[in-house]
């Protein structure tokens, strides 16, 4: 079985966030970057899958050094080959840019299953797999907890996180199955896999083979700013008994929440 | 005159609160500009949801009534959804960012070319120019979006941030949207509910969360209680779910989940960057730990310095008591 994942550069969960000066950016500086915590979930899915199915898995980034740099970690962690494209031309620049691209990628390279973590936690959008299944027209499965492919390779069972409930989908392959946590605890790279890694190329995608108009945005950005800032609190002293009854006291009667 | 299509979630037969948000905030931008608010409520046996529709705030309701849309499906919901849109000739489409909405919202995007602008917690104008406010990084920064020209939009909403408005005495007209052709290749043979009667943490008006400072993980009992009295919902910090002490679908969080409830009750959290991320735009903050310099008394709107194993169960009667009376 052939499964491609896609995986996407971000900084790190405990990374401070601002605006840059632009106003429509971040500021990168002193941000460190990581693969997006639930695409690592998926890379580990996928080798999983191959493990016990047998087959390749290739994983499939957009951007320049960075996303390179992510894509040799699944090499590192067992990944059979990895592509990039590079988007010098600054194609990708919102959620249904991002899934045309990789949709051209995935037509090309015509997997039997797509994996990719649900939403990625810098733009939280949790659009391209959807979007990526629509432009594919294959049936998707996200916020997905637990995946058993069929030995056949030809059918999957997900288990899908909903408000307080799990939806088990049956679904027919090929599929993209978007990745929650939960679903399997990721792997650290080895020695081994990781001098293994540098003996492998990260193959670019030529994007001028991919037959794409120079505009496929339909998003616009206008401004990038700080949340609103948060009244000044205040503390309760006194014992427990008096910090409690003036609590309630405050949440009865002052904010109205009980 | 310019129309908002809004997808009405329904399961199991009610609708959600979240489609009475978008219908809500559908009529509001509808009444400002002197459009009409559509809805499209997908299911089997859903007719009788038109009024509702219909207080919320929609003008007209199409129905789309079949066997194989008792569940939910992504291809079959999303079908209909596009029907309702061509048949409406719609500049702005409106919908929950549920799961359902988060789930085929983009899908039915892509498929109309709409610009998707998802999760937003500000929206104005009218009409195909639409400008929306969202949170990324989990709500470190705010971006504020817009459809490209000549773009029309499909926006989701976040929960518990839009206001719903019922009208008592307001009607819609009905239609039914054609079903045939219903392809389902991802189907839903089972769902399995988490305990009964429990509230999930993004629907929830109040969260009562739990972190380190439980010191185990037998006192989630405690927090759950607490969060029994109010009625609302139990939320969990990274750390104790790393920790195996909870379930992940507990965690509040910039890889959990981000909510905006009217109370948050942090119960021995220290308030690490990516758990405030996810919950800085609760309405009110109450934090209870035993550290006053916790960066969670920052964003907190009321703060208890003490032992929350003293704190917590007078607080959990005296919540009790006051509900009660």
């Known amino acids: 079985m052939k499964i491609l994942v896609c995986v996407k550069q971000v900084p790190a969960t405990d990374s401070r966030i601002k605006p840059a000066a632009d106003g429509i950016t971040i500021d990168p500086a002193g941000l460190e970057y990581v693969i997006n915590p639930y695409d690592e979930i998926a890379v580990e899915e996928a080798l999983r899958i191959k493990e016990k199915l047998g087959g390749e898995v290739v994983a499939v980034g957009i951007g320049g050094a960075r996303a390179e740099e992510g894509l040799r970690t699944c090499l590192a962690l067992g990944c059979d080959r990895a592509r990039i494209l590079k988007d010098d031309s600054r194609l990708a620049t919102d959620a249904q840019s991002v899934a045309t691209l990789l949709a051209a990628i995935i037509r090309a390279e015509s997997p039997d299953l797509v994996l990719m973590g649900k939403q990625a936690v810098d733009d939280d959008q949790m659009a391209v797999p959807s979007m990526v299944a629509e432009l594919l027209d294959w049936p998707q499965a996200t916020v997905v907890v637990k995946l058993e492919i069929a030995p056949d390779g030809k059918t999957a069972t997900a288990e899908r996180e909903i408000e307080g409930a799990v939806e088990v989908l049956a679904l027919q392959l090929p599929a993209v199955i978007s990745s929650q946590k939960g679903l399997n605890e990721p792997r650290y790279a080895s020695l081994k896999g990781i001098m293994a890694a540098k003996k492998k190329a990260v193959e670019p995608v030529d994007a001028s083979t991919l037959g794409l108009a120079d505009s496929l945005a339909l998003v616009r950005t206008t401004a990038v700013s700080p949340p609103p800032p948060r009244p000044e609190g205040r503390r309760l002293d006194g014992d427990a008994d008096s910090q409690v009854r003036e609590l309630v006291r405050l949440l009865h009667e002052d904010y109205k929440v009980i | ?325």
């Open chain 2, 1 to 325: 005159m310019s129309t908002i299509l809004v997808v009405a979630e329904q399961r199991g037969g009610s609708m959600k609160k979240t489609a009475h948000e978008a219908l809500s905030q559908a009529r509001r931008m509808a009444d400002a500009s002197g459009g009409r608010v559509v809805a499209v409520i997908a299911g089997s046996g859903i007719k009788g949801l038109a009024p509702e529709a219909a207080r919320f705030g929609a003008d007209h309701v199409y129905l789309a009534d079949h066997s194989d849309l008792a569940d939910y499906s992504t291809e079959g919901y999303t079908l209909v959804a596009q029907r309702a849109f061509q048949m409406s000739a719609a500049d702005l489409v409106l919908m929950g960012a549920s799961a359902m909405g988060k789930d085929m919202a983009p899908r039915l995007a892509a498929r109309l070319k709409l610009a998707y602008l998802p999760d937003v917690v500000e929206l104005t104008g009218s009409g195909a120019l639409v400008s929306a406010v969202r949170p990324m990084y989990a709500g470190k920064v705010r971006v504020s979006v817009q459809p490209t020209d000549g773009t029309r939009a499909f926006v989701t909403l976040r929960p518990n941030v839009f206001r719903p408005l019922p009208v008592e005495g307001r009607t819609a007209t009905t239609e039914a949207v054609d079903t045939a052709g219903l392809s389902i290749r991802a189907r839903v043979v089972d769902t399995r509910a988490e305990a009964a009667g429990r509230v999930e943490l993004t629907e929830a008006d109040v969260i009562v969360s739990g972190g380190r400072g439980i010191k185990g993980p037998e006192s989630f009992a405690m927090i759950q209680e607490l969060a029994d009295a109010f009625g609302g919902a139990l939320g969990a910090s990274r750390a104790v779910v790393d920790a195996g002490w909870i379930d992940h679908s507990h965690q509040v969080g910039q890889t959990g989940k981000t909510v905006s409830p009217g109370l948050y009750v942090a119960c021995g959290i220290s308030g690490a960057i990516q758990h405030l991320a996810g919950m800085s735009s609760s309405k009110i903050i109450v934090a209870i730990n035993k550290d006053g310099e916790a960066p969670i008394f920052k964003v907190a709107d009321i703060g208890l310095v003490g032992d929350l194993f003293d704190i917590i169960p007078k607080l959990t009667a005296e919540v009790k008591r006051i509900r009660a009376s």
